[in-house]
């Protein structure tokens, strides 16, 4: 572990990879979840995906919530897609920054998009010039980037192959994400070690997954490691429902508190995530794993 | 973050500090556990403790747990106690390993047994003849060392007076504690950067709490900055009873999978942990809020 970063951008997901596996919930609920994470203080948030609206109903409703982000000032708004249609019908709705996700494992991939992992890398090019030429922003992120759940561990080189393509394209930001929230500090460690060099100045973030509990481990592990751009959810939304106490993202507020205490500033706060965490659990209409939300800060001094 | 170990050793806390404040159970659930704990290959236990049974009523069957320990080969059992008066109880059950806690904290040692940090401090010399003209080991574990709930953060000299005292006293054991789950990794690395000069050569363990969602992430960094003796428990056991899904004690398996992932070698495997995270949630009859118990390892490759 060298240098801590001075400063981490965390991004909420809580829109999106938090709210893609529940059952749907009506926009006017997402609006108020929305409007407390926007509270927080997060600069940047995913607010949804332009993807199959059968394959994710919970996020059917992408282009009416495109409608509503111009009222949240001072925040990124940003939403996946997973196909040059996907990014067409993102920038048509007023999103002005894209991820394009390419998991690196073909299981998955397959299983995801119906694509190989090279035939979905090989698509980025397109994706890169719909973005440019409207003027949005791209990032590439790398699913699967540790294991895989049909396909096990994921050979690093499949990373890296994807990683070199996306910045030969001209990407804007990449990101590895450990999808099945399987991947520990060493592993976490050891692939920035190898990605890092190949990334030619884009900014690398990390997407971790709190599953077998090693979630912040592996995001501290990942900002030991150089990276400041780590994905996060209020109250850890994105567990799957049917496993109540299972644990999705990691959670904004959890992640809040261990940089604060590691003394590496974010723009967040704290209470406003844990008032957040609150509003999601209200929304989902079940317990969310968050921590701090059962336990709250410590006593500062 | 310089090399870390080959091996870590896991002292197993559930019987102890996982059920010291759940509703009693009876002696034959904990052999029961005890039992399944033992399945796991793990070489140290932490069985009882000798303290008021008024104040623990979930331990105030320790000599009669002690009894039966001679059954199970193969495995150190220790016991905590926080007197004189208690080593005494200790070793007349039988026991040859014992720890003292000394909170550093005031306001925790005032609350905890009724005596100033210093006092509790200066009785480690009467502990260590005790256990020693018994033939005993004793570890001297440093309650509050980075928070206190009432006095809020530790000043790390408390600390360090502590391990100073315990070391001249000729303990054969040091731990640091993180009794109520606030540290961070940073300050666990700062923390036992401090440490480690003033200990002398003597065994130094760190005991985490997942309370605010950095247990892992902590203990991963204690291993990082050389410490290579855990303490943990089956399922994350000893979360209050009374807020359901608060995390207690790191869970076992949660720490082998962190660990074995990372590289390191540990004595428990993380199958049978797993199968007595699931006894321990039977014996106390509320969920645990270990990761693995509900997500189970990952397709290894």
């Not at 993202?249 to 406003?272: C, F, K, M, P, W």
Request: some cysteine; aromatic content about 4%; charged content about 20%.
């Amino acid at each position: 572990m060298t240098g801590l970063p001075a400063h981490v951008d965390i991004r909420d997901v809580s829109l999106r990879d938090g709210l893609q596996i529940e059952t749907p919930i009506p926009l006017s609920a997402k609006l108020e979840l929305l409007a407390a994470v926007a509270a927080t203080g997060v600069r940047e948030m995913e607010a949804t995906a332009f993807v199959s609206p059968s394959k994710v109903p919970a996020l059917a409703d992408a282009a009416e919530l495109a409608a509503e982000l111009h009222n949240f000032d001072g925040i990124e708004f940003s939403a996946l897609v997973a196909s040059p249609n996907g990014a067409k019908r993102a920038i048509a709705a007023g999103l002005r920054s894209i991820e394009y996700v390419v998991s690196a494992a073909d299981g998955h991939s397959r299983s995801n998009v119906g694509r190989s992992s090279a035939e979905a890398t090989a698509q980025i090019p397109e994706i890169v010039t719909i973005a440019h030429d409207s003027g949005a922003a791209v990032e590439v992120i790398v699913a699967t980037a540790w294991d895989c759940p049909f396909d096990g561990p994921t050979p690093p080189q499949r990373v890296l192959d994807i990683v070199t393509a996306a910045t030969d394209a001209g990407v804007d930001r990449l990101a590895i994400a450990d999808t099945i929230g399987t991947t520990t500090p060493r592993r976490v460690a050891d692939l920035i070690a190898l990605v890092r060099p190949r990334i030619d100045g884009v900014p690398l973030g990390a997407h971790f997954h709190n599953t077998r509990g090693a979630g912040l481990a592996s995001a501290y592990a990942a900002v030991g490691a150089g990276v400041a751009r780590l994905d996060a959810s209020v109250g850890g939304l994105g567990g799957c429902p049917f496993a109540p106490g299972a644990s999705g993202n990691i959670a904004t507020e959890d992640l809040v508190y261990l940089l604060r205490d590691s003394g590496i500033h974010v723009d967040v706060d704290i209470q406003a995530a844990i008032a957040a965490a609150r509003v999601a659990q209200q929304a989902v209409g079940h317990d969310l794993p968050s921590s701090l939300l059962r336990a709250g800060d410590r006593i500062l001094g």
